[in-house]
């Protein structure tokens, strides 16, 4: 076996990785112009002129030293079964590394952690692995939560839970709609950026790394905007047909009262009673609002959004935000039905919700992200453990300095 390393054009480099199976959206060529401030080189290998794997490795100047940290995120694209190939690409990357002047290389390919053989052949092969603890404490997160889309809409929806399928139902009922937005709205997107980032108090990108973000990866159809919209009259109309529903079942409940039933059935339709009154009333409380909106002329108010993402036959849910208006209509529930069925509709197989800790109920330990997970398991999800982190050192001294001075800069 005669194993190269090949210069690949941006489109060889892009469709290798949208077609294989280790293939990631941080791996496309293009991403190394989401990550400003990193230089970015694509590099391929070849046996017996059969292209076999590829990887987009990021490099970043560290400060005074002429050396840089070089990074593969979610990489290298290879067959991580295949050993041959797997220690024949690092070798390479190892030497391309070295070559530009990179005192290590990071890699945390997205590889469930129920290949412990790999980790140990890793390690053999000379890499410093980082562990395989839960919670957030790695530059990427080690668990994410994916749903099997592969299947029908039907099928995917009686995946979820079933509170899930009612709330998106519900959704629909009260008069939401998502939809897919041009750039031209991405601002309604930041707004609700920064406000989700003060309720949750978590720190947010500005509004141009998530325009760049756009540019560089709508060109091919791999990022769109999706917008949940409350339209008041839709909702005020949705409400005054409700209410209509409401008093046809009252009238049956009370026509049941009118029969000779026992204390308890009367205590039942009675009870029915009440939670229809509730709901009525609700129902014009939510008229009375949207006529406020109407009358000064308000056609739409956006309740949340999120970024879509592809590479292949493989979507993700990249970035979210909610306003804190209206969150019993759960916009976010449609949202994320929504983005699944374009999905599908687009032939991909998967739908990574992104990172999660970890950690569930049944560890018994506080955590402070178990609303992402408990948010994210309704959609009929299963979390992956990955591999973690691994290191490949180059330049020993100066990955000890990078190192000390990373520790002194956290204190």
Same mark, same amino acid.
């Given at each position: 076996?005669?194993?190269?390393?090949?210069?690949?054009?941006?489109? +060889?480099?892009?469709?290798?990785?949208?077609?294989?199976?280790?293939?990631?959206?941080?791996?496309?060529?293009?991403?190394?112009?989401?990550?400003?401030?990193?230089?970015?080189?694509?590099?391929?290998?070849?046996?017996?002129?059969?292209?076999?794997?590829?990887?987009?490795?990021?490099?970043?100047?560290?400060?005074?030293?002429?050396?840089?940290?070089?990074?593969?995120?979610?990489?290298?694209?290879?067959?991580?079964?295949?050993?041959?190939?797997?220690?024949?690409?690092?070798?390479?990357?190892?030497?391309?590394?070295?070559?530009?002047?990179?005192?290590?290389?990071?890699?945390?390919?997205?590889?469930?952690?129920?290949?412990?053989?790999?980790?140990?052949?890793?390690?053999?092969?000379?890499?410093?692995?980082?562990?395989?603890?839960?919670?957030?404490?790695?530059?990427?997160?080690?668990?994410?939560?994916?749903?099997?889309?592969?299947?029908?809409?039907?099928?995917?929806?009686?995946?979820?839970?079933?509170?899930?399928?009612?709330?998106?139902?519900?959704?629909?009922?009260?008069?939401?709609?998502?939809?897919?937005?041009?750039?031209?709205?991405?601002?309604?997107?930041?707004?609700?950026? +920064?406000?989700?980032?003060?309720?949750?108090?978590?720190?947010?990108?500005?509004?141009?790394?998530?325009?760049?973000?756009?540019?560089?990866?709508?060109?091919?159809?791999?990022?769109?905007?999706?917008?949940?919209?409350?339209?008041?009259?839709?909702?005020?109309?949705?409400? +005054?047909?409700?209410?209509?529903?409401?008093?046809?079942?009252?009238?049956?409940?009370?026509?049941?009262?009118?029969?000779?039933?026992?204390?308890?059935?009367?205590?039942?339709?009675?009870?029915?009673?009440?939670?229809?009154?509730?709901?009525?009333?609700?129902?014009?409380?939510?008229?009375?609002?949207?006529?406020?909106?109407?009358?000064?002329?308000?056609?739409?108010?956006?309740?949340?959004?999120?970024?879509?993402?592809?590479?292949?036959?493989?979507?993700?849910?990249?970035?979210?935000?909610?306003?804190?208006?209206?969150?019993?209509?759960?916009?976010?529930?449609?949202?994320?039905?929504?983005?699944?069925?374009?999905?599908?509709?687009?032939?991909?197989?998967?739908?990574?919700?992104?990172?999660?800790?970890?950690?569930?109920?049944?560890?018994?330990?506080?955590?402070?992200?178990?609303?992402?997970?408990?948010?994210?398991?309704?959609?009929?999800?299963?979390?992956?453990?990955?591999?973690?982190?691994?290191?490949?050192?180059?330049?020993?001294?100066?990955?000890?300095?990078?190192?000390?001075?990373?520790?002194?800069?956290?204190?």
């Amino acid at each position: 076996m005669s194993y190269e390393m090949v210069v690949l054009s941006n489109e +060889e480099h892009d469709k290798f990785v949208k077609n294989h199976k280790y293939g990631e959206l941080n791996q496309l060529y293009k991403w190394q112009f989401v990550k400003k401030g990193w230089l970015g080189k694509s590099v391929g290998v070849k046996k017996d002129g059969q292209l076999i794997s590829a990887c987009l490795v990021l490099f970043k100047k560290v400060p005074v030293l002429p050396y840089y940290f070089a990074y593969a995120p979610k990489g290298p694209v290879v067959d991580y079964d295949n050993h041959d190939d797997l220690k024949a690409t690092l070798s390479i990357l190892k030497d391309f590394c070295k070559k530009n002047k990179a005192f290590t290389l990071k890699f945390d390919p997205q590889v469930s952690e129920e290949k412990s053989d790999l980790i140990d052949y890793l390690k053999d092969f000379g890499c410093y692995h980082h562990g395989l603890e839960k919670g957030l404490v790695y530059n990427q997160p080690r668990y994410y939560m994916i749903t099997d889309i592969d299947k029908s809409e039907k099928e995917l929806m009686n995946s979820f839970q079933s509170r899930t399928r009612s709330v998106i139902k519900k959704s629909m009922k009260n008069g939401l709609s998502c939809e897919k937005c041009d750039k031209s709205e991405l601002k309604k997107f930041y707004n609700l950026m +920064e406000i989700t980032a003060k309720r949750d108090e978590f720190n947010y990108r500005g509004y141009e790394y998530f325009e760049n973000l756009m540019n560089v990866l709508e060109e091919d159809g791999d990022c769109e905007l999706y917008l949940t919209k409350l339209i008041p009259q839709k909702v005020k109309k949705s409400n +005054e047909n409700e209410i209509i529903e409401i008093q046809s079942s009252r009238q049956k409940v009370n026509n049941k009262l009118q029969k000779d039933i026992d204390n308890t059935k009367k205590e039942n339709f009675m009870k029915e009673l009440a939670v229809l009154d509730n709901r009525e009333k609700r129902c014009y409380d939510l008229i009375n609002q949207m006529n406020s909106y109407i009358d000064k002329n308000i056609d739409e108010i956006v309740l949340s959004g999120a970024l879509l993402t592809f590479c292949g036959e493989k979507s993700y849910y990249l970035y979210g935000a909610s306003s804190n208006e209206f969150r019993d209509l759960s916009p976010n529930y449609l949202m994320q039905w929504t983005m699944m069925k374009r999905a599908m509709e687009k032939g991909c197989k998967t739908y990574d919700f992104g990172g999660v800790s970890g950690y569930t109920p049944e560890d018994n330990v506080e955590d402070h992200e178990a609303g992402l997970y408990e948010f994210k398991k309704r959609f009929g999800t299963k979390m992956l453990g990955t591999i973690g982190e691994f290191d490949i050192v180059i330049n020993k001294m100066i990955d000890k300095l990078f190192e000390i001075a990373l520790n002194v800069r956290k204190k």
